[in-house]
């Protein structure tokens, strides 16, 4: 009895509304723009790959949109995540600190994505849609659409960037035992991907590639529309579920943060818990750092340009300023695959140029082992993609320890790693290398960004 009563009453913690930080901003964020243009585009030209109701999202400054009662309805599976105090993880530590994440690890494809795949599925079964196309780095976005989608009874088709679906069969598997079909990128199916095969027939593919590949086939089909894991407004509004839950948790456990942290890879998990807190924070009424966290071997944030570029390497979509590395630029394999994309999100830029967000970037070596701590203190095995903010709030907790300083640090534990596991094989076994970028093929990559009349 006292634990339904429970239930009920923690359902009721649901947002009931998305945050949109854009209503909040000190400046607006840089217009997206049409390629052969150089104009900003129109929701006519965004119609053939997504629902209007998205596109009206990604181009709001309306401060809250409500949640569907059909999304909330499924957010009840597994929202409200839990947010966690890493007490025994303090221990270890020995530090001052007080560390608490929010759990995103419980949904039922194991990270945050599910957040927007259920949004996104529900606008494009609203407007008639009947196939989903996308692409899927580590696989975990692929597996959340797949998840959504068939709770709508809609096809997807996600083109899986060849190294991901090489080293996660079972990731793949997943996505299969929720309905979808799986196509190593670049594939033969598309011009994009047979432009790539042709010039590097061993390509280890990439988001930037993948994306190419969904988009083209969603552009040509009438009954098709694409869908984004991450960096575009929408998703990221829909993630901010996870920080307004955050909110109300931290307030109930009695404690304020001082440091938001998450991994970054398009940004969205990271916006998802931070942009809430930020919101409170350019009204003067919260006075915490955020920091985004990236990987060496992809460092966007801290070593990227900001400018406006193309999200995908076969240029098919439209212009966005944001801090990137070049579209061309292909990322080394490393078992993070989530986080390994050539831009930011466009929001999660504007707000690093504002001095709003701090970023910071690790090796994955040191992010695996601040994972393996982090398990053996707390008993979840995180993904490979969380350990970068795991790796963050272990350094900002010792730090605290130096300097005698109590202070709270709030994390985004974005995943579970149980599919996974091979990385963290690799981990023990030594094989993981720490590469960095190589700087000539950023050079390159950087070289080749459009030129805009705008900047
Ligand atoms: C996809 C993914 C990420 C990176 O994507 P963002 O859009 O930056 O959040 C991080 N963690 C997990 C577990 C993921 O699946």
């Known amino acids: 009895m006292a634990e339904s009563v429970k239930y009920l009453l923690s359902e009721e913690r649901i947002p009931k509304a998305w945050y949109n930080l854009a209503a909040d901003l000190p400046k607006p964020p840089p217009p997206v723009l049409h390629p052969g243009t150089g104009k900003p585009v129109g929701p006519g030209d965004l119609a053939p790959l997504f629902p209007m109701a998205v596109i009206l999202q990604e181009v709001s400054q309306e401060r809250y949109i409500d949640i569907p009662e059909p999304v909330r309805d499924i957010y009840k599976m597994w929202r409200p995540s839990p947010l966690i105090r890493a007490r025994r993880l303090e221990k270890a530590l020995d530090t001052p600190a007080r560390i608490y994440f929010k759990y995103e690890?419980?949904?039922?494809?194991?990270?945050?994505?599910?957040?927007?795949?259920?949004?996104?599925?529900?606008?494009?079964?609203?407007?008639?849609v009947k196939r989903l196309t996308t692409e899927t780095g580590a696989g975990q976005w692929g597996s959340s659409l797949a998840f959504a989608a068939q709770l709508f009874g809609l096809e997807v088709e996600v083109f899986m960037v060849k190294v991901s679906y090489e080293q996660k069969p079972y990731r793949r598997a997943l996505m299969e035992t929720y309905g979808a079909k799986c196509i190593?990128?670049?594939?033969?199916?598309?011009?994009?991907?047979?432009?790539?095969?042709?010039?590097?027939?061993?390509?280890t593919g990439s988001l930037g590639i993948a994306i190419s590949e969904a988009v083209e086939i969603a552009a040509q089909r009438e009954d098709t529309k694409y869908?984004?894991?991450?960096?575009?407004?929408?998703?990221?509004?829909?993630?901010?579920?996870?920080?307004?839950?955050?909110?109300?948790?931290?307030?109930?456990?009695?404690?304020?943060?001082?440091?938001?942290?998450?991994?970054?890879?398009?940004?969205?998990?990271?916006?998802?818990?931070?942009?809430?807190?930020?919101?409170?924070?350019?009204k003067g009424k919260l006075n915490a750092r955020v920091i985004a966290v990236e990987p060496a071997s992809c460092p966007s944030l801290t070593r990227g340009r900001y400018a406006y570029d193309f999200g995908d390497t076969g240029h098919l979509t439209p212009l966005?300023?944001?801090?990137?590395?070049?579209?061309?630029?292909?990322?080394?394999?490393?078992?993070?695959?989530?986080?390994?994309?050539?831009?930011?999100?466009?929001?999660?830029?504007?707000?690093?140029?504002?001095?709003?967000i701090e970023a910071c970037a690790y090796a994955q070596n040191e992010c695996f082992a601040a994972g393996v701590q982090f398990a053996r203190a707390e008993g979840i095995?995180?993904?490979?993609?969380?350990?970068?903010?795991?790796?963050?709030?272990?350094?900002?907790?010792?730090?605290?320890?130096?300097?005698?300083?109590?202070?709270?640090?709030?994390?985004?534990?974005s995943g579970h790693g149980h599919f996974d596991m091979q990385a963290y094989a690799d981990y023990f076994a030594g094989k993981l290398r720490d590469e960095t970028y190589d700087q000539k093929a950023l050079d390159t990559a950087l070289a080749g960004l459009p030129k805009v009349a705008a900047e």
């Open 320 to 356: 966005v300023k944001m801090h990137t590395l070049g579209s061309t630029f292909v990322p080394s394999p490393i078992h993070a695959g989530g986080l390994r994309y050539h831009g930011m999100a466009p929001l999660v830029s504007h707000a690093k140029e504002l001095g709003l």
């Open 105 to 128: 690890g419980v949904s039922p494809p194991g990270s945050h994505k599910p957040n927007t795949a259920v949004a996104q599925a529900f606008y494009n079964k609203a407007e008639g």
């Open 381 to 413: 095995v995180p993904a490979p993609e969380s350990t970068h903010a795991i790796k963050c709030a272990v350094d900002e907790a010792l730090r605290c320890k130096r300097e005698g300083k109590a202070q709270t640090i709030l994390f985004n534990l």
């Open 184 to 203: 190593p990128s670049p594939s033969n199916q598309t011009n994009s991907g047979r432009a790539i095969l042709a010039a590097n027939p061993n390509s």
């Open 227 to 282: 869908s984004l894991g991450s960096v575009l407004n929408h998703v990221l509004l829909h993630q901010t579920v996870i920080g307004q839950e955050a909110m109300l948790q931290m307030a109930d456990a009695g404690h304020s943060p001082d440091i938001v942290i998450g991994c970054a890879g398009g940004g969205s998990n990271f916006s998802g818990l931070a942009f809430p807190f930020l919101g409170e924070k350019i």
